[in-house]
């Protein structure tokens, strides 16, 4: 489980608007999860949570509207000593939510955001099966540089190099990266167009196609796609009705 990605949270300016359109969208349910007096929702999938839902919250007012995945450590405390000494930046925590979990709000050495954390939760349920709509599908990491985003993510988590893609000379190099057996994401150097490196991620649905037609029929906007991606597999990158950036894959059209 250390270094693998394992939760993934939306922070949004209308909580209420994005559980609509998400639950249109993806397919999901929502149950209320507050803690320690702070809003809190689970997206689910069969009543199993995949991803959460809360507020911006007040200290970080002003940030847009974001996802933000978890990646697992043993222990989060020595990780973010580690992140720091690797040229991280600690934004918020260490913070431990009693039973549920322990987690840091971090960015790695060019500024992508992620958090580390250590689920406290001792009966939680097995992680849904690869491919299970609604949950995710692909991590995408838009680095200033991604060979020396990969370093570091090699030094914190111990992440492997995939097969690597030349993409042309607009994207140079898309390199997939594993957190176990298999790949489960990519990294490329950012366009000119996306204005920070970033963390984006992609949920699985039916088919693209329909999935398209539910983000612009519920408020949201695609950016780019359908695009055909090996596998194959069929994408779209998206943005939610409050502009948190999202995508979506498919296994047909």
Request: one cysteine or more.
């Amino acid at each position: 489980m250390h270094g693998q990605f394992f939760w993934y949270d939306v922070m949004t300016t209308d909580t209420q608007a994005a559980a609509r359109f998400y639950g249109e969208v993806v397919g999901w349910g929502v149950q209320k999860a507050d803690a320690d007096g702070k809003e809190y929702s689970l997206f689910t999938v069969n009543g199993q949570g995949v991803a959460g839902l809360m507020p911006i919250p007040k200290e970080a007012q002003g940030v847009p509207p974001v996802w933000m995945g978890y990646i697992a450590v043993d222990d989060v405390d020595a990780a973010v000593e580690k992140l720091e000494r690797e040229g991280g930046k600690l934004h918020k925590g260490p913070i431990t939510v009693a039973g549920v979990i322990r987690f840091a709000v971090v960015s790695d050495s060019q500024g992508a955001g992620f958090m580390l954390a250590k689920g406290l939760t001792k009966d939680a349920p097995p992680p849904l099966p690869n491919g299970t709509t609604g949950t995710v599908g692909w991590r995408e990491l838009y680095a200033g540089e991604w060979q020396s985003a990969f370093d570091f993510y090699q030094r914190m988590f111990g992440w492997t190099k995939g097969e690597a893609f030349d993409m042309g000379s607009a994207t140079g190099t898309y390199q997939l990266f594993a957190t176990g057996a298999e790949p489960v994401g990519g990294m490329m150097a950012r366009p000119p167009s996306i204005p920070c490196p970033f963390w984006g991620f992609y949920f699985n649905v039916p088919a693209i196609d329909a999935a398209a037609e539910r983000v612009t029929s519920a408020g949201g906007k695609v950016v780019y796609g359908p695009q055909e991606v090996p596998g194959p597999m069929y994408i779209i990158q998206c943005r939610d009705p409050q502009g948190a950036y999202f995508a979506l894959v498919a296994p047909k059209h």
